[in-house]
């Protein structure tokens, strides 16, 4: 008797394992790319789905020609100019980065990496001002010059990049997200801010934990 009721506890074990390794898997597996570079509207959102969430300083800027390759055969497929921003961690709200960390990000091809502000107005990056960067994974199909050491890609989406006064962020993005919130009916909050939403240093850090 003893021996059964062992098995029917051994064989009901076995089911609930069976059946938390699906929630693991899905718990423990990065957003794939599919589900991020997307046009956030929410501040939690843009958040949470960012691989990294960074208090950094910008340090250089260049443009490179980089191989594109041929994410199955591996072969050369061609090439393509790459915008590369560098900035030092400060501070790591989310991530794996730590402080004095120099990190290289990639502006995708194709866009074109001119950030603007609520009025349209071009806002470069300045070395005497402290950014918050919403960040992503991903697999790359470039071969990045060794001298870049790793490289991030650019933003979770839009918006991804907030200059930081005080406690508040203001964000900058890319035009044709303006034209969008635009085009679905969705204001500025708090211009000269970029985005349909406000945040603080102090909420991104609360969303992050």
């Known amino acids: 008797m003893s021996k059964i009721i062992h098995a029917k506890y051994a064989g009901q074990l076995l089911r609930l394992l069976l059946l938390a390794v699906p929630v693991l898997l899905v718990a423990c597996t990065a957003p794939s790319a599919s589900v991020q570079d997307k046009n956030w509207t929410l501040a939690t959102d843009l958040v949470e789905t960012s691989d990294r969430v960074l208090v950094a300083k910008f340090v250089d800027s260049r443009e490179q020609n980089i191989q594109l390759i041929d994410s199955v055969t591996g072969a050369i497929a061609g090439d393509t100019d790459v915008l590369f921003r ?103 909050t708090d211009p000269p801010s970029a985005s349909p939403f406000t945040m603080t240093l102090t909420e991104a850090r609360e969303i992050a934990n």
């Open 86 to 188: 560098q900035f030092e961690v400060l501070d790591t709200l989310k991530g794996t980065s730590d402080t004095g960390d120099l990190l290289w990000i990639a502006f995708e091809p194709g866009r074109s990496g001119e950030l603007v502000d609520a009025e349209g107005a071009l806002q470069g990056f300045d070395e005497v001002e402290t950014y918050v960067l919403f960040l992503k994974g991903r697999l790359r199909p470039l071969e990045y010059p060794t001298e870049f050491g790793p490289v991030l890609w650019t933003g979770n989406g839009e918006p991804s990049f907030a200059e930081l006064i005080g406690d508040e962020l203001e964000f900058r993005a890319e035009r044709p997200y303006l034209d969008l919130l635009s085009d679905q009916g969705l204001s500025l």
